[in-house]
């Protein structure tokens, strides 16, 4: 199990971009993979972002997760990116991965 860090709670912040056009595909398929996450994961907090306009027909979205005290980032980044092959259909370029700690409770 990987240690916890000193300094606080972990979180994954992933973006990418999808056509305007197949944002409810998008939106319907990344609720049901965040749904499934946070029964696997207990305590995991989720979010599912999106700018508010698009540029040149994309729009940026964003799932955020939250991991609980004592979960292993590495383990659960993992899991969210075996879920996330669903999703590829709508990608238009790649997902990108941001791993935070919080520096405060």
């Known amino acids: 199990m990987?240690?916890?860090?000193?300094?606080?709670?972990?979180?994954?912040?992933?973006?990418y971009r999808v056509r305007d056009v197949h944002a409810g595909e998008l939106m319907a398929?990344?609720?049901?993979?965040q749904t499934a996450l946070q029964a696997a994961h207990a305590g995991l907090a989720v979010r599912l972002l999106r700018r508010p306009d698009a540029q040149e027909g994309l729009h940026t979205w964003m799932e955020t997760y939250d991991l609980p005290p004592r979960a292993a980032?590495?383990?659960?980044?993992?899991?969210v990116e075996r879920a996330?092959?669903?999703?590829?259909q709508w990608?238009?370029?790649?997902r990108h991965v941001e791993h935070f700690v919080a520096c405060a409770s």
Do not use: C, E, K
């Open 91 to 94: 990608l238009v370029g790649p």
């Open 84 to 88: 996330a092959q669903g999703l590829a």
């Open 73 to 79: 980032p590495a383990a659960l980044a993992a899991d």
């Open 29 to 33: 398929a990344a609720t049901a993979m």
């Open 2 to 15: 990987q240690a916890v860090s000193p300094m606080g709670r972990h979180a994954l912040f992933i973006y």
